[in-house]
């Protein structure tokens, strides 16, 4: 008598491999925990970028595509983790998640620099009017790159670039503890 054929299907595919727990156990994690700042910084830095009303499109477009498609992906991954799909999905997802922060802070450092290069242009430039005018504004550039801002636009671009160079921070964490559990 010969035995059963073996299902190629079971056979086929390696169990994932997850290191961290899943359900609402991966918010007690420093990873969780991690990608939950992740989200919230990134939605600021969209959020007040977004509300500068994007006075320099070349440098901050770059910016907003970051942090929505940034926030985006955190999002469906810690969902994915908070529901426990990752169970269901064969893949190496320590490995997944090693490629993921990488490029993430590959990106928003591009990003954070970006922004920085942005509030920066507008740092010391001075706004006079000259005497008996009333409609003309003469502006003193200081620098390669110059920006008008108005002061609100100012004050929020600063804001914006403070919460991008945390929500680096924290990719970079985060890459770290994953290299960390990947290399296990």
């Known amino acids: 008598m010969s035995e059963p054929a073996?299902?190629?299907?079971?056979t086929s595919y390696p169990a994932p491999v997850i290191s961290l727990p899943l359900g609402l156990e991966v918010l007690r994690t420093y990873s969780g925990a991690l990608v939950c700042l992740e989200i919230l910084f990134g939605g600021l830095v969209w959020i007040l970028v977004a509300s500068s009303r994007v006075p320099v499109p070349l440098l901050q477009?770059?910016?907003?595509?970051?942090?929505?498609?940034?926030?985006?992906?955190?999002?469906?991954?810690?969902?994915?983790?908070?529901?426990?799909?990752?169970?269901?999905?064969?893949?190496?997802?320590?490995?997944?998640?090693?490629f993921y922060h990488f490029i993430a802070v590959l990106f928003y450092f591009a990003a954070f620099v970006l922004e920085a290069a942005t509030t920066a242009a507008n740092g010391g430039t001075s706004f006079?009017?000259?005497?008996?005018?009333?409609?003309?504004?003469?502006?003193?550039?200081?620098?390669?790159?110059f920006t008008v801002l108005t002061y609100r636009q100012y004050?929020?671009?600063?804001?914006?670039?403070?919460?991008a160079f945390l929500v680096t921070l924290c990719y970079g964490c985060s890459l770290v503890m994953g290299f960390k559990r990947w290399t296990k």
């Open 61 to 98: 477009g770059w910016v907003m595509f970051v942090s929505v498609t940034a926030f985006f992906l955190s999002s469906a991954y810690l969902v994915l983790f908070i529901t426990g799909l990752v169970n269901r999905i064969n893949m190496d997802w320590n490995f997944l998640d090693v």
């Open 6 to 10: 073996a299902n190629p299907a079971a």
């Open 155 to 163: 004050s929020i671009n600063v804001a914006a670039t403070i919460f």
């Open 128 to 145: 006079t009017r000259p005497q008996n005018s009333t409609n003309t504004l003469c502006v003193t550039p200081r620098g390669n790159i």
